[in-house]
């Protein structure tokens, strides 16, 4: 009897210099590292635009993992795993803290101000939306302008566009901005381009994850630009981006480009298009991740690149804060030109 329990209390010590064992599998460390590796390895659909080794990754990170790590330090580890990807459509949250892969939380646009344009371009006489997703205005008697804050609503966004057909008629040239755009539907990219066009375009080609392997996509599947509602523009038309212009506001400068009358300004973007989805973990952390690739109508990838614009040209911190936007003047002067 007493042999027994010796043994017993040797087990005992024994077990508890190792790492505790989870009689709730879901908070165990271990086993999320494992879902959320597995998951990327088999679902992420930028792969073959990536240059990252996630197998190697399994290598470095995966030894980092014990099960008695504190959530906090374990977060901090996944963060630094996903940054690997660069991929401002990659994030993790606890619940508390959202992490964005690449450079998309990191980035500070300081090189646009919408009160500038709205006060000093369009002279104080401009339309919002209840939302604040659209301004539209005059920068001069026969130049339109229109700034986009999203693409999330697809029947006032085309309503808006209609709209601005008819501010200026005639009209010389219209400027669309979306700057700080950080996207939404490419649909509603697509009703608002459809104003545009001049004719059916292609522009967008897409794959979409289909099985656990590597290569495991749908065949590939192309968009168009083509007229939407019931007038087109097809004067000049200056579409400006800046760093801060991304996912779908992306696709739509793509769209824009292809048509023979638009000149894209401004500094390129921030190079995050495809689709992406979210998941949970098993401690009920969620992850997002694109399950997609989005390549171009030449079947070229600009992710992690962005669209790179015709023109450059920003706003330094000491343009705005002379009240100047120097995107806006070259834009006024470029169609003001195209009509000499």
Not at 37 to 66: C, M
Not at 78 to 102: A, Y
Not at 247 to 261: D, I, Q, Y
Request: hydrophobic share 35%; aromatic share 10%.
């Amino acid at each position: 009897m007493l042999r027994h329990f010796i043994v017993s209390a040797l087990l005992i010590v024994v077990l508890s210099g190792t790492d505790p064992v989870y009689a709730d599998e879901s908070k165990d460390p271990v086993h999320n590292f494992e879902v959320l590796w597995k998951t990327i390895n088999e679902n992420y659909g930028n792969f073959p635009v990536k240059s990252v080794d996630w197998d190697a990754l399994y290598s470095i990170y995966r030894p980092k993992v014990h099960a008695d790590m504190s959530d906090e330090a374990f977060y901090e580890l996944m963060c630094r795993m996903l940054d690997h990807l660069n991929d401002g459509h990659v994030g993790i949250s606890n619940g508390k803290d959202w992490f964005s892969s690449g450079k998309r939380g990191l980035l500070d646009p300081e090189d646009f101000s919408l009160k500038c344009v709205e006060e000093k371009y369009l002279h104080g006489d401009f339309e919002n939306d209840a939302d604040n997703r659209f301004t539209i205005g005059k920068l001069t008697e026969s130049i339109a302008y229109m700034h986009f804050t999203n693409f999330d609503n697809g029947k006032s966004s085309g309503e808006i566009t209609d709209k601005l057909l008819a501010l200026c008629d005639p009209c010389d040239g219209i400027v669309i901005d979306v700057r700080n755009n950080g996207g939404g539907s490419d649909y509603v990219g697509r009703i608002i381009a459809g104003r545009f066009a001049d004719a059916k375009r292609p522009y967008l080609i897409t794959r979409a994850k289909t099985g656990p392997g590597k290569d495991d996509f749908s065949e590939p599947r192309l968009f168009h630009i083509e007229a939407k509602g019931d007038k087109q523009f097809t004067g000049p038309v200056i579409v400006i981006t800046n760093r801060s212009s991304a996912s779908a506001a992306e696709v739509f400068s793509l769209g824009m480009r292809t048509l023979p009358h638009v000149t894209h300004i401004g500094t390129r973007t921030l190079g995050v298009f495809a689709d992406a989805r979210g998941d949970s973990l098993p401690n009920g952390w969620t992850i997002k991740y694109p399950f997609t690739y989005f390549n171009d109508h030449n079947d070229v990838s600009h992710e992690g690149i962005g669209v790179i614009p015709q023109i450059r040209v920003i706003n330094t911190t000491e343009d705005l804060a002379a009240n100047s936007d120097l995107p806006i003047e070259l834009a006024i002067q470029l169609i003001q030109q195209s009509g000499k």
